[in-house]
């Protein structure tokens, strides 16, 4: 990375199941590439190549359908640099914000992938606490740290919010801190202040729906492909029989359904997702980070993020506000142009 400008970039980011390269321009995305190929790829018999390949393939995609020339820079985030990823960076310990990432971050090359060096963001460790089982306080997460403070200084510049007002609990003047939750195959709950990541709080609900569903004997009552909009009516039943009977034997109702023909295989899968979301928030929002905020935004893709949002609502958990459907898609690319930039300007120092 040179001293000059950043005026173009392209934003890699690796998760568990998928990978997306974003081109931006002047901070704006331009265009979007998507690979059904992720971290449990090079994880499993196919190796990183795999990886590296589909990673390629998007690069170039995405190049091509847009200004034909290479950017000033490439920042990857997420499961990339994990240490079954293609290249390891160790987390950085909260509380984390962009300078914080920018020291960690590591500007290498990778040949399988690009031909110009990658910058690649570490992700954050949350701290673990003192006392008894302490330990499960500690967290990690990577990926999310972009989406979090590219969602954060995208909405702090939009005076999505009051400053000094808290919107939770009493009254504090000087409060800053808010929360953000992410769905996905690991949910994250997210802290921030001033700009800072304060804390994480990670649940398996992605990866733990998608276990029930194919590894399971509910398998043979659910549908090859879960419906992108649940149907309401079954969604709220298994948000209510979760509450009356625990996740363990909502979840076997699913059976039972299948069994008595009394919902549809798509009646069945959106069953199964409201169980499961809801025992998620029913535990989350115990979390004493929603005591402390004075908001809670949840991005992400559908339809988790309206669900989580309406759950939470229900909650009585203070304001919940869903963050709207351009910024979820972008916030990671923004961030990670931000951490880039800030990178680019410790080298100035």
């Known amino acids: 990375m040179g001293s000059t400008p950043i005026r173009s970039a392209i934003a890699i980011d690796v998760g568990t199941t998928n990978t997306r390269a974003r081109f931006l321009l002047e901070g704006r995305v331009l265009k979007t590439t998507r690979r059904s190929v992720g971290i449990r790829d090079a994880i499993g018999s196919s190796g990183r190549d795999t990886l590296a390949v589909a990673l390629r393939d998007a690069i170039e995609e995405v190049v091509n359908g847009t200004t034909q020339t290479m950017p000033d820079v490439m920042v990857a985030s997420g499961m990339l640099t994990s240490e079954v990823g293609l290249v390891h960076v160790p987390h950085v310990p909260t509380p984390a914000g962009k300078d914080e990432l920018a020291r960690g971050a590591i500007l290498q ?3 399988a992938v690009a031909d110009q060096p990658i910058l690649f963001i570490p992700g954050v460790r949350t701290r673990t606490s003192e006392g008894e089982d302490g330990w499960a306080s500690a967290d990690l997460m990577r990926g999310e740290e972009c989406e979090t403070l590219g969602a954060w200084e995208t909405l702090e510049a939009e005076s999505s919010w009051e400053p000094g007002r808290s919107e939770v609990g009493p009254p504090r003047d ?3 801190r808010c929360v953000f939750l992410w ?3 690991h949910t994250k709950l997210v802290e921030v202040d001033d700009g800072k990541i304060v804390q994480s709080h990670t649940t398996l609900t992605g990866e733990l729906t998608m276990a029930l569903a194919r590894h399971t004997l509910l398998s043979a009552s659910l549908p090859a492909e879960f419906p992108d909009e649940p149907d309401p009516k079954a969604l709220e039943m298994g948000v209510r029989l979760e509450a009356r009977e625990g996740l363990g034997r909502a979840a076997f109702l699913v059976r039972i359904a299948a069994i008595t023909d009394e919902l549809s295989e798509e009646e069945r899968a959106s069953f199964l997702i409201g169980a499961v979301l809801a025992d998620d928030v029913n535990h989350l929002v115990r979390h004493p980070m929603f005591s402390r905020a004075r908001r809670v935004w949840v991005g992400g893709r559908q339809p988790q993020r309206t669900i989580y ?3 939470l609502q229900k909650k009585n958990r203070g304001s919940v506000m869903e963050i709207g459907p351009e910024l979820s898609e972008e916030a990671s690319a923004r961030g990670a ?3 880039a ?3 680019q300007e410790l080298r100035r120092e």
Do not use: F
């Open 341 to 343: 930039i800030r990178y």
């Open 309 to 311: 949002a309406e759950l």
């Open 109 to 111: 090359r990778v040949p």
């Open 337 to 339: 142009l931000a951490i």
């Open 183 to 185: 769905p996905g195959s």
């Open 174 to 176: 000087t409060s800053t």
